[in-house]
Every structure is written in structure tokens, then in C-alpha cells.
């Protein structure tokens, strides 16, 4: 395994009073087994139990928030303050196995980013990882490349581009999927390694229909920040066609063209050249922050 100055390891928690704890000193545990130098970040969002004072008496460093914000909010602020040359982000409900942490470590010499992929083995509800699988198709199409699992909150990634790309994160759950599209859109290499997460101890805090559309709307925000085009081509095409082809079958019949027909056409032409132009600007941003 690579050796790092330090590792940071930031757990975004609300409400963990029960399992805090124990995550952390397994933490702890594993990287001081392998000789790793680490800091303990947990970042309490609000939470009206004794999740602080566990977590501080575990050893972890507790930044509190006087009130909820929302997790990709407290995994933004666990990223700002750490020191670390590489940031592992878990959960602190203990569905991540800590021991897993070494072997994120064993590829960061030649990526940018480690994400841990829930097996078939792993221990979620069906309806949830039927979504996961959807978003992961969506999100593969607008990377460009094969995305395993979306929604992982189990990562590590180099600090710098982590605080380079923290101000993308969205409040709420959504942060893994902005870190995922971001970093291969962003044209950094990011490596899945199978892992099995167990079930969550207490109530999850994600709403399935809510989160859910949350996700898709983040997809697109992060798609159109870097590769307009993969958004606005398909639906530039969904709107032009039906009234392109109708146009066609009324020259083929003498009539003259409706006007559903002539909005459909020019509808769709003015979203493909939006796309040409939020394109060229996404092309300027990037080259400008390289």
C-alpha cells in the first residue's frame, strides 16, 4: 500500500447516537493497524441526540450545525477543514465496513477517486436498488463511461480536487452522484471496487420519491455544467422529429403544415442551438479552471 502523510476521513451524521461510536473507533482501529496517520472528521447536521459528544468521546474531531442542513451540506464542510492529502467520506450509520478503507487506499496512487460498489450481496431493499440501477444507466450516458454505483456515499478521493469540486455538492444526498458525473466529465480516472454494505442501524433519513427526483435533476444540473450537448441533443430531438416527420407526410398529401407542426420544428431547432451554445460556454469555463 502507498504511503500518505495523513488521511482524513469525513462521516456526515444526524441522529447516529446509537452506532457513531463504534464506527469511529473501528476507523481508527483499521488505519492505525496499517500505520496510516488519520484525522476523524464527523460533522453532526443538527442532530437533537448525544451524536456530538460520542463522537468526540471516540476520538473524532466534531464540527456541529446548529441546525439540519443536509448531508452533502455536512460532507462539504468535513471536506473544507481536512487536512489530509487523501478524504475517505462514509456513512457513520455503519452500513461501511471500515475495513474496506485500505483497500480504497491500495488504488489512490493512480486514481483520482475510489468509490465502493454495493454488491448483490449488500443488504438493501429491493425498490432502492432497482432506482440505483437506473440511475446508474443515466448516469453512464452522460459520463460517457460505465458508472457502477451512483449514489455510493463509501469513497476516497485526492484532497485537492475534492476541495476543488466541493462547491458543487448540493445540500441533501445527492453529493455522490455531483462527485461522480463531476470528476469524469472533469476527465479524472475513478476506480470501483466491489464492497457489501450492510443494512443501516435506525430509520434511513432518504425519501424515495422526493430524493429520488432530486437525483435526476442533479444528474442533469452537472451534465449541463460540462457536456451540455448529451442533455440537449436528445431532447432537442424529441421535440423536432414528431413535427418534422408529420411535415413530410403533409407534403406527401398536399396540405399545408399546421401550426403544431412549424412550433415542434423551430422548438426543437432553437433547443439544439441553446445546446451548441451552453456547449462552447461549458468548453471556455473548463478551459479557463485547467
Known sequence: ????????????????????????????????????????????????????RVAAEAGA??????????????VKRGIRVATGDVIVM???????????IPRFLEHMP?????????????????????????YNSIASYIAGKRVEDLTSGFRAMNAKIAKSIAYLFPRGYSYPSTATIALFLGGYTVKYIPIKASARIGKSKIRLLYDGLKFLFILARVGTFYTPLRLFVPLGGLIFFPGFFYAIYKLIIGKPWTLPIVISITGGLLVFILGLISEQIALLRISRSD
Open 1 to 52: 500500500m502507498a504511503k500518505f502523510a495523513k488521511i482524513s476521513v469525513v462521516i456526515p451524521a444526524f441522529n447516529e447516537e446509537p452506532v457513531i461510536g463504534r464506527v469511529i473507533r473501528e476507523v481508527i482501529e483499521v488505519l492505525a493497524s496499517h500505520k496510516l496517520f488519520c484525522e476523524v472528521i464527523v460533522v453532526d447536521d443538527g442532530s437533537t441526540d448525544n451524536t456530538s
Open 61 to 74: 474531531m466534531v464540527i456541529r450545525h446548529p441546525y439540519n442542513i443536509g448531508n452533502g451540506a455536512a
Open 90 to 100: 462514509m456513512d457513520g450509520d455503519g452500513q461501511h465496513n471500515p475495513q474496506d
Open 110 to 134: 493512480h486514481y483520482e477517486m475510489v468509490v465502493g460498489a454495493r454488491t448483490a450481496e449488500s443488504e438493501g431493499k429491493v425498490h432502492r436498488n432497482l432506482a440505483n440501477r437506473l
